[in-house]
């Protein structure tokens, strides 16, 4: 069993460790140290490798096995809500409030959680990564304009990797998944990486695959000459009661 935790170089071109050398307990833990520069961050995912750590902490990289990962045609969303959806007014839109997002994301208060993994330092990061336009966030409004939920993450090629999603009224932040997952299927993109196994994505249709697994399908997606830049006019605007038609 390997029980070597690696430490990453100053170089943010460094490479990272294969995977397959995590550890066990705790679950995926793989490397520690090195920095948030975009161009580590997009080596990490492009690897299936992903940046968690709590404030105090030394930064830590990720691999669990197994991986949490929704196709993007089978987000479920029950009868009851998609009822309530479609009398809504909700509208879903992609990029126009990234950083509200994040930083709704990073103050929400979650069951059994104290504190944020999406410290000052993890919102810098990313806000560079969606400048660079390889981050993006999904986002839901009512009728008058406020957020209701949202969801952000980060594209490589036809590669959706979910960091974080947020309600800010009950049900927004699985508005912002079924909307993304839509748009994304449209898109020919079949996956989104969900990283951690918990009982609410797997309501959600969440699977849980081997990583091996998971990292052979990711890898030919990351690989896809997709262009970058910000998702606003090509994803457009969803009413959310085209997610839940009737008789869906």
């Not at 959806?85 to 997002?101: C, I, K, N, P, Y």
Request: hydrophobic content about 45%; overall charge neutral.
């Amino acid at each position: 069993m390997n029980l070597r935790l690696f430490r990453l170089p100053d170089d943010p071109a460094a490479p990272f460790p294969d995977p397959s050398l995590a550890l066990r307990e705790p679950d995926g833990l793989l490397a520690i140290g090195g920095d948030l520069e975009p161009e580590r961050l997009l080596n990490a995912y492009a690897r299936g490798i992903f940046p968690w750590y709590s404030e105090g902490q030394p930064l830590l990289w990720w691999s669990p096995d197994p991986r949490t990962v929704f196709t993007t045609d089978s987000v479920r969303l029950g009868s009851r809500f998609r009822r309530q959806l479609r009398g809504s007014g909700w509208v879903a839109s992609a990029d126009t409030a990234f950083d509200e997002v994040i930083a709704a994301c990073a103050t929400a208060p979650r069951p059994g959680q104290e504190g944020t993994w999406i410290t000052a330092d993890m919102q810098a990061a990313y806000r560079r990564l969606h400048a660079l336009g390889h981050a993006h966030s999904v986002e839901v409004r009512d009728a008058a304009g406020a957020l209701v939920g949202g969801i952000y993450g980060v594209a490589l090629g036809r590669m959706f990797f979910g960091e974080s999603m947020v309600s800010l009224r009950s049900g927004g932040s699985k508005t912002a998944l079924a909307a993304l997952a839509t748009r994304l299927h449209e898109w020919g993109w079949p996956l989104i990486d969900a990283q951690v196994d918990n009982a609410h994505l797997r309501s959600l249709g969440a699977h849980s695959w081997p990583r091996s697994r998971f990292i052979e399908a990711m890898r030919p997606l990351v690989a896809s000459d997709v262009p970058v830049g910000r998702w606003t006019s090509r994803f457009g605007r969803i009413p959310v009661g085209a997610l839940a038609p009737p008789g869906a």
